[in-house]
């Protein structure tokens, strides 16, 4: 069963900085490229970041290029995002999904259950 | 950037209604766009892929059509098991916009 497990959520100050991570099984990680999408409460789905199966090509949103990077170990079978100068608007639920072998038509089938990221003094 | 318009936000409907949300793009995206379904306090799932590829267990009362700029998804028969948030994701070129999410509710 192809699952992915979130983990490294949890309660920052502004400007602080927090690494999530992402476990993923069932699968050969490195055959494919891999996502964040996030969700502020009551809030709509917001892209976050791609990474390709190898790590050549790497996207993201403008809303936090510059200060979260996105990175994978294929060996170990993990997705990480790690974002630094957090700000109160970055408070969300952060779910990683599966992409496509190729990015063409990146589509996110499975998600993660999702961690949630509070960012408050 | 990519621009993805659903409408309506929100709509409500019975049980055994004809449902139908529209999605458009603010540029060409060819069949690059993909349906998930939520549910409150779960994450989301990928219901249609390339506008009318319906992902393995998905029921057949949901469909997609379109192209271009403009996609719709499809409930032929809503069941209760149907009511949740439905969004389109353009995935042409990053950044992969979602759509604002259309709220579909029981009457």
């Known amino acids: 069963e192809v699952q992915l497990v979130e983990s490294g959520g949890g309660l920052v100050k502004p400007g602080g900085s927090l690494r999530l991570s992402c476990a993923a099984s069932?699968?050969?990680?490195?055959?494919?490229?891999m996502n964040w999408v996030r969700q502020a409460p009551g809030k709509g789905l917001e892209w976050v970041s791609s990474?390709?199966?190898?790590?050549?090509?790497?996207h993201y949103a403008d809303s936090v290029k510059g200060r979260f990077t996105i990175f994978r170990d294929n060996a170990e079978n993990s997705l990480y995002l790690q974002m630094n100068s957090l700000r109160a608007e970055d408070t969300a639920v952060y779910y990683c999904?599966?992409?496509?072998?190729?990015?063409?038509?990146?589509?996110?089938?499975?998600w993660g259950q999702g961690i949630l990221v509070t960012v408050s003094s | 950037d990519i621009q993805m318009t659903q409408s309506p936000s929100s709509l409500s409907a019975s049980v055994g209604d004809r449902v139908t949300i529209t999605c458009r793009a603010s540029?060409?995206?060819?069949?690059?766009l993909n349906w998930y379904q939520q549910k409150p306090g779960r994450a989301p799932k990928l219901l249609i892929s390339?506008?009318?590829s319906l992902q393995s267990g998905v029921p057949l009362r949901f469909s997609g059509s379109g192209s271009g700029t403009d996609f719709t998804l499809t409930i032929s028969s809503l069941q209760p098991e149907d009511f949740a948030t439905y969004y389109c994701?353009?995935?042409?070129?990053?950044?992969?916009?979602f759509g604002q999410g259309t709220k579909v509710e029981i009457k």
């Open positions: 999904a599966r992409g496509t072998a190729t990015m063409t038509n990146n589509c996110f089938d499975p």
């Open positions: 069932g699968f050969t990680l490195s055959g494919y490229s």
């Open positions: 990474i390709s199966g190898g790590s050549t090509y790497i």
């Open positions: 540029q060409t995206i060819n069949s690059y």
């Open positions: 390339v506008a009318s």
């Open positions: 994701q353009q995935s042409n070129s990053p950044p992969y916009t």
